[in-house]
């Protein structure tokens, strides 16, 4: 893609195994919960890294709280 940006993109997801595309599935790659570098067996609200408890209330602090409005290379699986 020819993106204004400058941003490249790759040919597969991350998690794609090349020696084996078999199915359409395999193509998928990974899956990962925006601004986690980990895969999880299951995906909840109660093990997701950016939410907390605070005063009995739902938080997101750093991409919330914080006002960080882009996600941070530190938190990018792809970078």
Not at 18 to 29: H, M, T
Not at 57 to 79: I, R, S
Request: proline share 3%.
């Amino acid at each position: 893609m020819n993106l204004p940006s400058g941003t490249l993109w790759c040919k597969y997801n991350l998690g794609v195994n090349l020696n084996n595309l078999s199915k359409a599935n395999d193509w998928y790659g990974d899956y990962y919960a925006w601004g986690e570098l980990e895969t999880k067996e299951v995906y909840t609200w109660d093990n997701y890294k950016h939410i907390s408890t605070k005063r009995g209330e739902v938080v997101f602090p750093k991409y919330g709280e914080d006002h960080v409005m882009e996600l941070q290379l530190e938190d990018d699986v792809a970078y």
